[in-house]
Every structure is written in C-alpha cells, then in structure tokens.
C-alpha cells in the first residue's frame, strides 16, 4: 500500500464578515466590496498575489442567473485570475481551496461566501434543492422539515421546548456583542414560551432570521502564514460528509455524517474550548453538540450563530471565521466551526482549528 | 406526433410528471441606480468614473471592478446624451409571448461623447435599417418631461431605459471614423 502523503498545515490568516440585514439596499457585490477589501487587509496579502480564489453562492436566491459571476466584480478579476465556484455555503468554497492549497504551488487563496435572501422566498425556493419528484411537489420548506425534525426530538426526549427557548436567548443574548447580528437582545425564556407557534413545534424565537451578507476568509501556507501573520490560525482537520437526500431514510434525531466529519477532522483528540455551530434551527444545537461530542464546557456560539444572522451561503464560512477569531483574537487554541447543507442537517462540513 | 409518454392506463408505471412552478422576487433599487433613475426624470444620463483607471460605468453601480475601488457620489459624472453608433444587430422578431416587435428592428451599442459612456442596446429612431451604421453620429431622444417613467429601471435593467430616453435619432453630422472607436465596440 502507498504512503499517505501527509497533509500540509495551512492556516486562516484574515477574514471578515458584512453586517447581517434583513433587507440589504446595497447589491450583493457592493456589500462584498468592503468584506473582501477587510480580510486581505487584514492578512497583509497584497490582492494580485492570491493564488486562488473560490467562492460559494446560490443564483436562486437573488434570482439572478449568473450572478455568480458578477460577484467577481468584487475580487479583481482583471487581468483573468484562477478561480473556482461551488453552489454551496462558502465553507465548502474553504474547502477546495485548502484542497488546492495542499498542492504547494500557490500560497494564498481568498474564499468568500455570500447571499441576497431577501428579494425572493425562502419558502418557494427551497423546496427546489429537493428531489424533483417525490418531494419538490409537496413544497417541502426547511421551516416545515425543522418542525418536524424537532418534533422527532422531543417524541425521543431529547430536548425540551424550554431547552429550545434556552438556546434561541443565550444565542440572541451573546449577539449583542456582535457587530454583525441581525436579531440581538434580552429574551425571558418564560415570555418566549408563551408565544404561538409558527409551525409546531417550532416558534419565531426557534428559527433563524431572514439575512443578507458575506464572509471572506483569507487562506496561507504554513511558511507564508509564518511571514505574515503573528497568530495564524491553523486548520488541524477538515472534513465533510452527506446522508441520503431522502429525509425519510435518515433518523432526524441524531447526524451521523457531522459525527464522521468530526471524526476524521479529530475534534475529539484534545479539548475544544469553542464551537461555532451552524444550528440553523434551536433544536439542531443539542443534535451537533452530541454528534462533535462537545460536553457544557466548550462555548457554543459566543457570536450568537446563525438564530442571531443567517446569511445563507456565507453563514458555514462565518462559523469558521468565526472560529478562527477565537484563536487569532480571543485567545483561545483549540476552535471548531461547523457548516451545514440541506434540509434537517443532511451535510456537514467540520473544520479544526489551533492556535500556536 | 405520436405522444408516447402518456398512458390513460391506471395500471402503467408513471414515466413522466409535470410541475409547473414560479420564483417571484422583488428587488431593493441600490443607491446608485436610485440617483441614476432620479436623473433620468430629469431628462439627464449620469455614470460613476473610476478616478484611477477611468473608466465612466453607467448606469453607476458603486464601484470599479477592475481597480476594487468603491465608487459613491464623489464619483459620479453629468454625460453627454449625444454619440456614436460603434456597432448594431438586426433583431428578426420570433412572436414569443410577450413580443410586442413585428418587423427586423435595429439595436445600437453607442458611445457617448466626452466624457464618454458606453450604451447597449439602443433604439435608432425613424431611420431605415440598412442606414444604420458604425460611426453613425447620433442624439438622444427624451420621453417629454411628465411622460417619463422609470420603474421598469433596477439593479439589473442595464442601459434598458425606454420609459425615459427613447432612443436615439441620426443628426445629419459626418461620421466619426472608426479608427476613433475600434477600441470600444461592443
């Protein structure tokens, strides 16, 4: 049998996030402009020295063909630069380019993510992703999927609706430390849980926002992360893994494939002080916690996650930024972050990342 | 044609099912597009020129792509609304739903006078088809002051800006010679 050839330390060395909004005016290119111009400032890379560049974003949610391409406006993609899309969050954009990085003949790339949710709805859009046949028809939404997924948990005992509620106002209440949130503020848990449900057994407070924005993450070689950067932080493992397309054929009340991801990526081979989940939905929490094998010591969400802003398709990468500015600013040596695809937790990306 | 993929037979496998379904999507007007709209009332073109490789963007969108510099109203310029047919296209209307066109009609690329501008998609009024062509010199015509309207006009409405500025109409000039232009033919 060949030799592995071991993987090559790379590390996040800038990043930067839009302000999450509800309904943002600017395009999603001129909100790019500012998140981009941010993390390569701050990773000390001049902007033609990028080796790569690879974004995530979905046209179906401005409805915009091709706006994919028009978001390279915001990059500098003249003279032609290498570039590569994926039409997913742009954690799995951090993925390929750590993928092209290992090839060792480039040394940065820039990765971003973004999205304009707000002209269309959500509730139209989504059950296009599904199954054109048994399940695109029945309008299946990601709202209606979360309920009864949450459903599911609380039949198996799981979690609790108080739980929930638990989650939805720490979240909003540690996101009042973050510039970037959107839904921020002091809930009673006791108020929250006299509210009606939206779809049961799921309240507003259990759902996230509505969002525009972007993420930019700036990616470096162990030796160029070493020039330019007094504390990288580095990606010890990365993975990502997907379960059947078909919700009836998974069991909602765990997520097997966030458990392989975190497995291969070697969350539990030392102590990880914070988590940046992307638990979309409140009850998603308790499923990530456990299936990463986190105990009530490691931090979930100190920048609210996605119930305080949920760009989705920069949201995954957020959570990674996120993660990486705990190490970078926050002090911290060992972070997860952690990005989500499909309805009810059906992919799952997990990235470790260490201080020195 | 034989239809063979529908069976009124309750007891064939189905092979073929249809869904029929609609996206709609409002969009927010951005900033720029919102001045360049409230200039277009007022019977004038206004763009943003990037002050490093200057290069005159209209409608202004906020920005150079090719230097990354954000552009804003300290950027933006009055234009010219007289120019220079650079090319055109013969369009043969197919009646498709909502084609209102029922002879060839002629669409222009024209780049407007210093400090220049570039817009595509043109009318050229009350001129023959076969007179159109480049280097053609022409001047714009307004929708008169009350009539105008811009909603049609957003963020992803180009230079498509019937409801205000009509077209464009030949002014009798010589013609600019190519060599003037080749540059800048879109």
Known sequence: MAAVKPLKDIAIIGYAQARNERQAQ??????????????????????RELGFTCAGSCDYLSGQTFAFVMNLEAVGAWPPISES????????ALYEAWVRLQHEDIETALVFGSGKSSPGKPAEIYPLQMDPYTLTPLGIDPVSMAAIQARALLDAGKVTERQMAEIAARSRRDAMKNPHAQVTGEFDVDELLAQPYVNAPLRTHDLPPISDGATAVILATAEKARQVCERPAWIRGLDHRIEAHQPGMRDLTVSTSTKLAGQAAGVGDAPIEVAELSATFSHQE???????????????NPSGGPLAGNPVMAVGLARIAEAAKQIVEGGHTRTVGHATSGM????????????D | MTDTTTSTDPNEPVTMMEYFMSLAYSDIVSAPVMRFRDALMDGRLIAQQCPKCKLVYVPPKGYCPIDTIELDERNEIQLADAGTVTN????????????????????????????????ILQDILDTPIDEVRPGMRVKAVWAKKGKRNV??????????????LLGFKPTGEPDTPAESFSDKVW
Request: aromatic share 6%; charged share 20%.
């Open chain 2, 88 to 119: 055109y296209t013969v369009v043969t209307p197919v009646q498709y739903y909502g084609q209102k066109e029922t002879e060839p009609f002629v669409r222009a690329s024209i780049l407007l006078d210093p400090p220049g501008g570039m817009l």
């Open chain 2, 151 to 164: 909603d049609e006009i957003g963020n992803r409405s180009g230079s498509a800006l019937e409801g205000s």
């Open chain 1, 85 to 92: 899309h994926v039409e997913m969050d742009g954690a799995w």
């Open chain 1, 344 to 355: 009810c937790l059906q992919q799952n990306l997990v990235c470790v990342l260490e201080g």
């Open chain 1, 26 to 47: 600017a395009t999603e290119v001129q909100f790019l402009f500012p998140v981009i111009n941010e993390a390569l400032e701050m990773s000390k890379i001049p902007r």
């Open chain 1, 286 to 300: 308790p499923v990530l916690k456990e299936a990463l094998g986190l105990g009530d010591d490691v931090a979930i």
